[in-house]
């Protein structure tokens, strides 16, 4: 009954796209438009909540060294810190906007766990060649957030912090279990099962 | 053409534009799912759905593109729509 990892990216996929355009059409129309509704100010910080909520359960049942249980253990509590210090930040129960750099230090711990928990080289196969891929987008698209903390107001951080969203989707979705990446398969990977 | 009046058909452009922009956002999403699924239709087990279990019947890479683009236009686009209007009128 368990899904397939290729699966489970795929779900991922899914809630970053839906992260992305919540986050691109509130660099379009501007936070105060944004906010003039107040559920569609819970959107994105609980989007990503839970999508950190869903990532124990990958944790326990889909990790298979210390390494991937750490690297997805980290990805669960950043998400679940940054969804929550954005939600305080909506509510209003958090007053300071340094609470944003919460979500910058997840994009931070993300690329490097993406780059410390994969073992094989880029072109070893392409789930291996996406994670170094999304570990490499998260470190150099971590100014964004950053930017969108310190300076809120510039809509370049706000796009650019939401089209990485988009970007993460893509690369999820282009994942699977056993695939050539360039044409390149590593002998000792496997045969690819469809 | 006055100072004051030029300055409100720029906004009334960047608006419309605002409005263009955000109307296209969930279509454009789907689109993309769609031509995703003509393009690699073997991404889709629907059309092949014989001996498939649960999963690959359930998780389909394009379908769920189409889905969100589909619930974003649906949902979230009229109401942000009407209360950019609301915002940028005078």
Redesign the interface.
Known sequence: MMPPAEHVHWLFATGFLALGLFLLAEAIVGTEVWQKRPWRSYLWPSTMFLLGLFMWPVMVFFTSSTLHMIAHGAWAEWMMLAGAAELGLARGKLKSPLWRLAIFGAFVVTGIAFLAHEQNPWLFQRSAFLHHLLGWTFLVAAPFPLGRALRPRMAVFATGFALTFVVVAVMLYADRDLAPIFGRLSPVAGVPHR | MSTELASEVTTTTRSLA?VY??SG??PA?ALAGVLWAIVQP?RLTLLHPHGQG???LA?E?PL??I???VL?HLL??P??VE??EA?ERP
């Open positions: 605002r922009v955000l956002l969930g999403t073997y649960f999963w690959w998780v890479p769920l593109v889905l969100v683009g974003f979230v686009v109401g942000l209360d950019l915002a």
